[in-house]
Protein backbone atom coordinates (compact mmCIF):
# COMPACT_ATOMS: atom_id res chain seq x y z
CA UNK A 1 0.00 0.00 0.00
CA UNK A 2 1.74 3.45 -0.53
CA UNK A 3 2.51 5.48 2.27
CA UNK A 4 -0.25 8.05 0.77
CA UNK A 5 -2.97 5.06 1.56
CA UNK A 6 -1.80 4.42 4.64
CA UNK A 7 -1.66 8.06 6.11
CA UNK A 8 -5.07 8.88 4.27
CA UNK A 9 -6.88 5.70 6.82
CA UNK A 10 -4.84 7.22 9.90
CA UNK A 11 -7.22 9.43 12.31
CA UNK A 12 -5.11 12.24 13.26
CA UNK A 13 -5.07 13.71 16.92
CA UNK A 14 -6.51 16.99 17.52
CA UNK A 15 -6.17 18.80 20.39
CA UNK A 16 -8.30 22.06 21.76
CA UNK A 17 -5.66 24.16 23.85
CA UNK A 18 -7.74 25.81 26.79
CA UNK A 19 -8.27 27.99 28.28
CA UNK A 20 -9.75 29.62 24.82
CA UNK A 21 -8.63 32.83 23.85
CA UNK A 22 -5.83 32.40 26.70
CA UNK A 23 -3.21 30.70 25.36
CA UNK A 24 -0.61 32.82 23.99
CA UNK A 25 1.42 32.39 20.67
CA UNK A 26 4.58 31.88 21.87
CA UNK A 27 2.85 28.94 24.60
CA UNK A 28 1.34 27.22 21.92
CA UNK A 29 4.64 27.35 19.57
CA UNK A 30 6.36 25.28 22.46
CA UNK A 31 3.41 22.91 22.62
CA UNK A 32 3.71 22.50 18.99
CA UNK A 33 7.63 22.09 18.88
CA UNK A 34 7.11 19.50 22.13
CA UNK A 35 4.48 17.04 19.77
CA UNK A 36 6.99 16.91 17.05
CA UNK A 37 9.48 15.87 19.25
CA UNK A 38 7.62 13.74 20.68
CA UNK A 39 6.80 12.25 17.16
CA UNK A 40 3.29 12.72 17.49
CA UNK A 41 1.04 13.91 14.31
CA UNK A 42 -2.33 16.21 14.62
CA UNK A 43 -3.04 19.34 15.08
CA UNK A 44 -3.97 22.44 18.17
CA UNK A 45 -6.34 24.53 17.57
CA UNK A 46 -6.45 27.48 19.81
CA UNK A 47 -7.10 31.30 19.85
CA UNK A 48 -4.67 33.47 21.45
CA UNK A 49 -5.10 36.71 23.23
CA UNK A 50 -4.57 39.86 21.03
CA UNK A 51 -1.12 39.79 19.20
CA UNK A 52 0.66 40.63 15.81
CA UNK A 53 3.21 38.43 14.30
CA UNK A 54 5.72 39.60 12.11
CA UNK A 55 6.91 37.08 9.83
CA UNK A 56 10.34 36.67 7.63
CA UNK A 57 9.15 39.17 5.03
CA UNK A 58 7.48 41.53 7.32
CA UNK A 59 7.80 45.22 7.69
CA UNK A 60 7.46 47.09 11.02
CA UNK A 61 5.78 49.56 8.41
CA UNK A 62 3.35 47.97 8.43
CA UNK A 63 2.19 48.06 11.81
CA UNK A 64 -0.35 51.24 11.96
CA UNK A 65 0.40 51.98 15.38
CA UNK A 66 3.06 53.28 18.12
CA UNK A 67 4.65 50.47 20.58
CA UNK A 68 3.20 52.17 23.45
CA UNK A 69 0.05 52.29 22.17
CA UNK A 70 -0.07 48.67 21.34
CA UNK A 71 0.86 48.37 24.85
CA UNK A 72 -1.93 49.99 25.98
CA UNK A 73 -4.58 48.23 24.27
CA UNK A 74 -3.03 45.02 25.81
CA UNK A 75 -1.63 43.81 21.69
CA UNK A 76 1.80 42.25 21.84
CA UNK A 77 3.85 42.65 18.54
CA UNK A 78 5.63 39.34 18.15
CA UNK A 79 8.36 38.54 15.48
CA UNK A 80 8.02 34.69 14.54
CA UNK A 81 9.75 32.72 11.86
CA UNK A 82 6.93 31.56 9.45
CA UNK A 83 6.86 32.49 6.19
CA UNK A 84 4.84 35.01 4.97
CA UNK A 85 4.56 38.90 6.45
CA UNK A 86 1.88 40.53 9.20
CA UNK A 87 -0.85 39.51 10.56
CA UNK A 88 -3.24 40.06 13.65
CA UNK A 89 -4.64 37.30 15.56
CA UNK A 90 -7.25 37.51 18.71
CA UNK A 91 -10.78 36.85 19.77
CA UNK A 92 -13.28 35.63 16.85
CA UNK A 93 -10.32 33.37 15.16
CA UNK A 94 -9.41 29.62 15.12
CA UNK A 95 -5.42 28.93 15.17
CA UNK A 96 -4.73 25.87 13.54
CA UNK A 97 -0.82 24.23 14.52
CA UNK A 98 -0.28 21.35 12.76
CA UNK A 99 2.12 18.65 14.42
CA UNK A 100 4.39 16.01 13.42
CA UNK A 101 6.15 15.78 9.95
CA UNK A 102 5.36 15.97 6.03
CA UNK A 103 5.40 12.64 6.47
CA UNK A 104 3.22 11.71 9.11
CA UNK A 105 1.06 13.72 6.69
CA UNK A 106 1.08 13.01 3.84
CA UNK A 107 3.26 10.20 3.57
CA UNK A 108 5.73 12.13 1.57
CA UNK A 109 8.45 14.11 3.47
CA UNK A 110 8.87 16.28 0.41
CA UNK A 111 4.73 16.78 0.62
CA UNK A 112 4.79 20.44 0.71
CA UNK A 113 2.33 21.41 -1.76
CA UNK A 114 0.49 18.54 -1.20
CA UNK A 115 0.42 19.53 2.73
CA UNK A 116 -0.70 23.05 1.80
CA UNK A 117 -3.25 22.19 -1.09
CA UNK A 118 -5.19 19.67 1.42
CA UNK A 119 -5.16 21.66 4.27
CA UNK A 120 -6.61 24.57 1.53
CA UNK A 121 -9.28 22.45 0.51
CA UNK A 122 -10.53 20.96 3.47
CA UNK A 123 -10.83 24.71 5.12
CA UNK A 124 -12.56 26.02 1.69
CA UNK A 125 -14.67 23.19 2.09
CA UNK A 126 -15.65 23.69 5.71
CA UNK A 127 -16.17 27.15 5.01
CA UNK A 128 -18.31 26.76 2.33
CA UNK A 129 -20.41 23.83 3.24
CA UNK A 130 -21.02 24.98 7.02
CA UNK A 131 -19.96 28.51 7.98
CA UNK A 132 -21.49 30.57 4.92
CA UNK A 133 -24.56 28.18 4.91
CA UNK A 134 -24.77 29.34 8.60
CA UNK A 135 -23.82 33.28 8.09
CA UNK A 136 -25.71 33.39 4.64
CA UNK A 137 -29.28 31.02 4.92
CA UNK A 138 -31.11 33.06 2.29
CA UNK A 139 -28.85 32.77 -0.57
CA UNK A 140 -24.96 32.45 -1.73
CA UNK A 141 -24.23 36.53 -1.61
CA UNK A 142 -20.85 35.57 -0.72
CA UNK A 143 -18.67 32.22 -1.62
CA UNK A 144 -15.18 31.06 -1.15
CA UNK A 145 -13.11 32.48 -3.92
CA UNK A 146 -11.52 28.72 -5.81
CA UNK A 147 -10.00 30.82 -8.44
CA UNK A 148 -6.62 31.68 -6.65
CA UNK A 149 -3.97 29.10 -6.89
CA UNK A 150 -3.10 25.97 -5.16
CA UNK A 151 -0.21 27.43 -4.25
CA UNK A 152 -1.55 31.18 -2.62
CA UNK A 153 -1.03 31.25 0.63
CA UNK A 154 -4.51 31.94 2.32
CA UNK A 155 -8.38 31.69 1.39
CA UNK A 156 -10.81 34.54 0.37
CA UNK A 157 -14.10 35.31 0.33
CA UNK A 158 -16.04 36.64 -3.07
CA UNK A 159 -18.77 39.49 -2.69
CA UNK A 160 -20.25 41.47 -5.71
CA UNK A 161 -16.40 41.09 -7.19
CA UNK A 162 -14.74 41.80 -4.05
CA UNK A 163 -11.77 39.54 -2.29
CA UNK A 164 -11.67 39.58 0.99
CA UNK A 165 -9.17 37.29 3.13
CA UNK A 166 -10.62 34.98 5.91
CA UNK A 167 -7.53 32.31 6.46
CA UNK A 168 -4.00 33.62 6.61
CA UNK A 169 -1.42 30.40 5.99
CA UNK A 170 2.44 31.35 7.45
CA UNK A 171 3.97 28.05 8.04
CA UNK A 172 7.79 26.80 8.07
CA UNK A 173 8.90 23.39 7.31
CA UNK A 174 11.71 21.24 8.81
CA UNK A 175 13.18 17.97 8.27
CA UNK A 176 11.51 16.83 11.66
CA UNK A 177 8.54 18.97 12.09
CA UNK A 178 6.44 21.53 10.95
CA UNK A 179 5.79 25.31 12.74
CA UNK A 180 3.26 27.73 12.77
CA UNK A 181 -0.11 27.14 10.68
CA UNK A 182 -3.34 29.18 9.94
CA UNK A 183 -6.03 31.52 11.24
CA UNK A 184 -9.41 31.23 10.43
CA UNK A 185 -11.27 34.38 11.21
CA UNK A 186 -14.75 33.37 12.15
CA UNK A 187 -16.58 36.16 14.19
CA UNK A 188 -15.99 39.85 12.97
CA UNK A 189 -12.45 41.18 14.23
CA UNK A 190 -11.96 44.01 12.33
CA UNK A 191 -10.71 46.63 15.30
CA UNK A 192 -8.02 43.93 15.15
CA UNK A 193 -7.07 44.29 11.50
CA UNK A 194 -7.34 48.11 11.51
CA UNK A 195 -4.34 47.59 13.76
CA UNK A 196 -1.67 46.47 10.41
CA UNK A 197 -1.65 46.28 6.85
CA UNK A 198 -2.25 42.43 6.54
CA UNK A 199 0.36 40.92 4.82
CA UNK A 200 1.80 43.69 3.43
CA UNK A 201 -2.01 44.91 2.04
CA UNK A 202 -3.01 48.55 2.34
CA UNK A 203 -6.12 48.38 0.76
CA UNK A 204 -8.45 46.59 3.60
CA UNK A 205 -8.64 43.49 2.19
CA UNK A 206 -9.33 40.88 5.48
CA UNK A 207 -12.95 40.29 6.64
CA UNK A 208 -14.63 37.29 8.86
CA UNK A 209 -16.97 34.77 8.07
CA UNK A 210 -19.79 35.57 10.16
CA UNK A 211 -20.89 38.91 10.19
CA UNK A 212 -21.58 39.57 13.35
CA UNK A 213 -21.05 38.29 17.25
CA UNK A 214 -22.69 34.81 18.12
CA UNK A 215 -23.47 32.65 21.30
CA UNK A 216 -20.26 31.49 22.86
CA UNK A 217 -21.71 27.73 22.37
CA UNK A 218 -22.00 28.21 18.67
CA UNK A 219 -18.44 29.15 17.89
CA UNK A 220 -17.52 26.11 20.35
CA UNK A 221 -19.86 24.18 18.09
CA UNK A 222 -17.60 25.86 15.21
CA UNK A 223 -14.53 24.53 16.80
CA UNK A 224 -15.70 20.81 17.32
CA UNK A 225 -16.49 20.63 13.74
CA UNK A 226 -13.08 21.96 12.36
CA UNK A 227 -11.27 19.86 14.92
CA UNK A 228 -13.25 16.83 13.10
CA UNK A 229 -12.77 17.30 9.99
CA UNK A 230 -9.43 17.74 10.33
CA UNK A 231 -8.72 14.74 12.45
CA UNK A 232 -10.41 12.60 9.90
Not at 77 to 94: F, K, M
Not at 154 to 179: A, C, D, E, P, Y
Not at 181 to 210: H, K, Y
Amino acid sequence: MPPSAATAKTKLEVRTLTPWDGVSYEDALKIQAECCAAQQTGWLLFCCPPTITLGKRGHFSDVLMPMDELKRLGVRLLPVDRGGEVTYHGPGQIIGFPFGTLEGHTGDSRGVRQFVTRMKSRLETFISTELLRAADPAGDVRQVDLSTPEQTAGVWLLQNGMRRKIVSIGLGFHRTSISHGFALNVAPMQDGFELVNPCGEIAPRTASVWTEKKPGQEFQATVERLAAILGA
